[in-house]
């Protein structure tokens, strides 16, 4: 059953994990045998471009598009821009670039709400017509008040019962712009004690006078979602309609529209929305940390927009493999961030390359190295997989470790460099401290070292042990970088539930690093390359602020898998 099958073609490999179920997969299945839909798979992902799409989203455009792929049906990117209020082309392109870069192709079914407006005007005219939609022209205020409760019924509208042709008439003044925002609306009749509250006569046409983005001037009234959606599902021919739980109270209207209509009805389905620890997932939530400055943009590294995600460095098959992991259920539930940190250490482990980066450097003089050596050690790039071969990176007298790999006092379970010990620098030979010097603060500025020529490539002939590896750097070979280290942009494990999401803001987010030290090789690094810096974790190239010359890398994640340690308290 497909359910329990791996994915296909794009993610990488799942083999140690079971995919969890998808109930989507089973109705769909389902349908194909029944012949419901005569076999056609065809889903659309319908973004409102007034934000940049965030990992919550990804979750959607990886079942949509992701279904469509595996059922040889096709899905649709369909901009829902009936607000124009908020939404701009900047926001479009945005969304676009990041359906692409998540490895998803629209084809020829790019579609646009507002193109549909023409259609949407006649089949709102066609309501009227039926009897079925009336202008009100009560207030705002006033349809709030007359909607009553979950446990009263809502009132009747006294202009509830205007007749068919004056409805058509105030609608036609609607829209052409004969009211002022507000004085009336379209309002569907169904019923005002229905059970249900979306079904007490909601609204499906409203005034708004604003230029929106692609049709200009040309409406003053613009359709609610719950009137564009479904039909606009209907015009494209949509089977499965995959919207969020919050959506599910919509159904009743949804169907009630496309049935008033007699027109194609697709299937809407809810499944629960991705609720991420340490993070918000909220368009209106993050619109406010952008404006407010609280990050440096929409593309902030510690984002949790895909496109904070690819500048922070995370790989498409990252994002996938991690939407694919955490299944498709009907209860809402929150994921832990360690899952998706799990995705791209577990992308990365395979395929980046490791190096030697120094974040805080300590000079290191090794005394009884010649002055004007330079020796060429031999370093793998990648143990997991021996056919990216190995490199040179240059040895020297004097080289930089990083500080807290040497402590002058080092404490029982300290088995890095102290005063005496003996350590093996990664790749090259055993060194001793011999010497430790202090600036007039007392600070440890360099260490004084030997080393044995005997021990080259990082083991000694007479089997004598060390009990730590460090990595370093030749100090005149190195290049020099600025390093951003990254952590959760929020203190609380639910930001949302707090009364102000803000208040709890992490003040270590970021913590920047100037002239950190790296592996010479590192200096003709283009913008979005990815490696391990060995010990420290995995980095990648700023794609906004590093150039070969003037290098910034970004912590995508530490090495430390907090997910495996998550599962093994699950498991207990
Ligand atoms: P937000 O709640 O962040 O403001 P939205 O739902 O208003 O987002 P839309 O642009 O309307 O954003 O969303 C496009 C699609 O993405 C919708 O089908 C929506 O259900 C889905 N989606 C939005 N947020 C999530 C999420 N956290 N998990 C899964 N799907 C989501
Ligand atoms: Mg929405």
Redesign the pocket.
Known sequence: MSGSKTNGDHTSDTSEVTVPPNFIRYIIEEDMATGKYDGRVVTR????P??YL????A??ICLNFGLSREYNGTCHLRF?DTNPGKENIEYVNSIQEDVKWLGFNWNDHLYFTSDYFDRLFEYAVQLIQMNKAYVDSQSAEQIRENRGTLKEPGSNSPYRNRTVAENLALFQKMKNGEFDEGACVLRARIDMASPSIIMRDPTLYRIRKLDHHRTNDQWCIYPMYDFAHCLSDSIEKITHS???LE?KNNRELYDWILDALDVYHPQQIE?A???LSYTV????K?IELVQQNHVSGWDDPRMPTISGLRRRGYTPASVRNFCERIGVAKRDSTVDVALLEYCIREDLNKTAPRVMGVLNPLRVVIENFPEDLTEEMDAVNNPEDPTMGSRKIPFSKVLYIEQDDFMEDPPKKFFRLGPGREVRLRYAYFITCTDVIKDDSGKVVELRCTYDPATRGGDAPDGRKVKATLHWVSAQHAASAEVRLYENLFEAENPAAADDFKATLNDNSVRILKDCKLEPGLGSAEPGFRCQFERLGYFCADIKDSAPDNLVFNRIVTLRDMWAKIKKQQKK
């Open positions: 992902f319908p973004p409102e007034n934000g965030h990992i919550g989203h979750k959607s829902d995959l919207c969020t959506f499944f929305r991705l609720n997932l909220s368009k209106r993050l």
